[in-house]
């Protein structure tokens, strides 16, 4: 155990070390801190933090560092997560408030994120297992050919032409869509592939021509987009940081590229009570990640979280104002797609 003045000396080598990148020795925490007490006083205090594994000395500088086990204490229970400013708050909501659709919306919001931190951002895919169907339309494009646009819960929207056996008057494509949206409406993408199958089935023989090609069609739209991925920015931000890695950054970039990799970390990654989630470095090794933090946040549509965000860089990172942009990031999106 620790004193109270040790976990404040901890607190100043971290952010000290965040915005140094320089070891931390006890002669500067004495000058650029009010501790009252000498500089001898906080070497006792670094030396049951190093005993405590929470920092350590880079080869031979009479400073120290925060090691990640340390990093894990501030994050726990030192950090404070800054509030954002009020221009930063305002450019979330211009920047996003642009978006067009759902694809757009995503490819905003990395791009965003990475500004804000100057880390990798990574936003996930709302979660197809949970999504549901908002509506389904059909749009005549000729006599012989309509456009299904499937609409999801979550703001997916995906859409394909589909050739008709027969024309089509305005009155016979309304019974279509009535018929598909009175089977799948509403329903998760699993259950609405169930209905979707079935549906020609009950109809008449007249009406069953014209669903089938629609039905079959919407089946093969849910299936095509059942794999959750992920939309990534900022991967220039690691270069920039490449002297925060031991080795090569190489093993980095190309874990981030394995999508499931991620999205399974994304996964395992356990929400704090400021409604972030933080993984850092030996937490990450079984990902290949163990010179990295990733701080992630969910992100809802409809009031059901659906997908995660956030970001990754290397350990020395200010995780008081990345968990912040996290968290309001996945706020404003969560409310953007409420809309």
Do not use: W
């Not at 006792?44 to 400073?63: C, R």
């Not at 937490?283 to 990640?289: H, S």
């Not at 659906?306 to 996945?330: K, T």
């Amino acid at each position: 155990m620790v004193s109270e003045r040790s976990l404040e000396v901890l607190r100043v080598i971290v952010q000290d070390y965040v915005s140094s990148r320089e070891p931390v020795g006890s002669k500067s925490i004495v000058e650029r801190h009010a501790f009252g007490v000498s500089a001898a006083t906080i070497r006792n205090d670094m030396a049951a933090l190093e005993e405590e594994e929470l920092i350590a000395a880079p080869h031979t500088s009479s400073g120290r560092v925060p090691t990640d086990k340390g990093y894990r204490l501030f994050v726990d229970h030192l950090a404070e997560v800054r509030p954002l400013s009020a221009a930063q708050r305002q450019a979330i909501e211009t920047f996003l408030g642009q978006s067009i659709d759902l694809d757009d919306v995503l490819a905003r919001t990395v791009r965003l994120l990475s500004q804000l931190t100057n880390q990798v951002a990574l936003v996930q895919y709302p979660s197809v297992s949970r999504s549901r169907i908002r509506h389904i339309e059909l749009v005549t494009l000729a006599p012989r050919r309509v456009l299904c646009v499937l609409i999801t819960d979550t703001g997916a929207v995906e859409q394909r032409v589909v050739e008709l056996p027969a024309e089509l008057g305005d009155e016979e494509v309304a019974e279509i869509r009535g018929a598909i949206n009175g089977a799948a409406a509403g329903l998760s993408l699993a259950d609405a592939t169930a209905r979707l199958r079935d549906l020609p089935d009950a109809l008449s023989e007249r009406t069953r021509t014209h669903v089938e090609p629609v039905a079959s069609a919407l089946i093969d739209q849910i299936a095509a987009n059942r794999q959750d991925k992920l939309v990534m920015a900022g991967a220039a931000n690691l270069v920039r940081t490449e002297h925060d890695f031991t080795g090569s950054i190489f093993p980095v970039l190309e874990a981030i590229e394995e999508q499931v990799i991620l999205l399974r970390l994304f996964g395992e990654m356990a929400t704090d009570q400021n409604g972030v989630a933080v993984s850092i470095g030996r937490e990450n090794a079984a990902f290949g990640l163990a010179e990295t933090s990733v701080l992630s946040s969910g992100y809802s549509a409809s009031g059901a979280d659906v997908a995660r965000l956030g970001v990754l860089g290397p350990l020395r990172m200010d995780y008081s104002s990345n968990m912040a942009a996290v968290r309001a990031v996945a706020r404003y999106l969560s409310r953007l797609l409420g809309e």
